[in-house]
């Protein structure tokens, strides 16, 4: 024991001496004055690099079944009442499971036709940008109303398009947000309407009684509980989810 204790007092010792004998090295991060346009030119494309990496997995989803998984599972917590079971985490992860579980043939034909004759070599950077945006807008397109693309065409002042392809993206991915999160709400409202109804006629029963001084949702909770694990809820909620988007 004194040995080592020894051995680490002497290294502590020596750490001065042998950091002035051979320095470390130092990472600095700093502002100077540009010696031309092209420098700031340079530091400008970076900064936007850097943004738009920081906004990419927020795009990417907002491209995908992301939106309406996430919403409807927030839907079944909240009208089950239980708080914050199961927690975001859960809630979160399973969404981007499911994303990628809907989104894999997507991915599968942006990998063939885009990704693999870049990494070969075949085709340009921006042949393979296009040729990677087709599957994502026809799932888009998929999954759009009408009256929701005409909206944004409307408010970008765009031509009628004669074809999908007179459709710019920068319209199109609002315009598929817009349907998504009107069909979540649709679904939220179906999931709803079960829990409702056994609040209601709980309280109903609590008020005949005469308790009016006990919360319902005390009561309620352990009955909607029970009937969302007797009818296998979450099979229901995923296997629903899933097929909408097929």
């Given at each position: ?55 990419a997995p927020a795009i990417l989803l907002m491209t995908t079944a992301f939106t309406r998984i996430v919403i409807v599972l927030s839907f079944v ?63 888009m397109f998929a999954h759009t109303d009408e009256k929701d693309l005409a909206l944004l065409m409307e408010i970008a002042k765009q031509p009628a ?70 009818v296998d809820g979450w099979a229901l909620v995923v296997g629903s989810l899933v097929q909408s988007f097929y």
């Amino acid at each position: 024991m004194k040995t080592r204790f020894f051995w680490l007092l002497a290294i502590l010792l020596l750490l001065p001496a042998l950091a002035q004998a051979a320095p470390l090295p130092t990472i600095s991060f700093g502002i100077t004055e540009a010696e031309g346009p092209q420098q700031v030119s340079t530091a400008m494309q970076v900064l936007l690099l850097l943004t738009v990496l920081s906004m990419a997995p927020a795009i990417l989803l907002m491209t995908t079944a992301f939106t309406r998984i996430v919403i409807v599972l927030s839907f079944v917590r909240q009208a089950m009442g239980t708080q914050g079971m199961p927690p975001n985490q859960i809630i979160i992860g399973l969404a981007l499971f499911l994303t990628l579980f809907i989104m894999a043939p997507v991915y599968n034909q942006v990998n063939d036709t885009a990704l693999q004759p870049y990494l070969a070599e075949t085709i340009s950077q921006e042949q393979a940008f296009d040729q990677a945006l087709i599957p994502v807008r026809e799932f888009m397109f998929a999954h759009t109303d009408e009256k929701d693309l005409a909206l944004l065409m409307e408010i970008a002042k765009q031509p009628a398009p004669e074809s999908r392809a007179d459709i710019p993206t920068l319209s199109l991915v609002p315009a598929f947000m817009l349907s998504e999160l009107k069909r979540a709400f649709q679904m939220g409202f179906m999931i709803f309407i079960p829990f409702l109804v056994i609040d209601m006629v709980v309280a109903s029963v609590l008020m005949s009684m005469g308790m009016m001084m006990l919360p319902p949702i005390i009561i309620s909770l352990p009955f909607k509980l029970l009937l969302f694990v007797l009818v296998d809820g979450w099979a229901l909620v995923v296997g629903s989810l899933v097929q909408s988007f097929y």
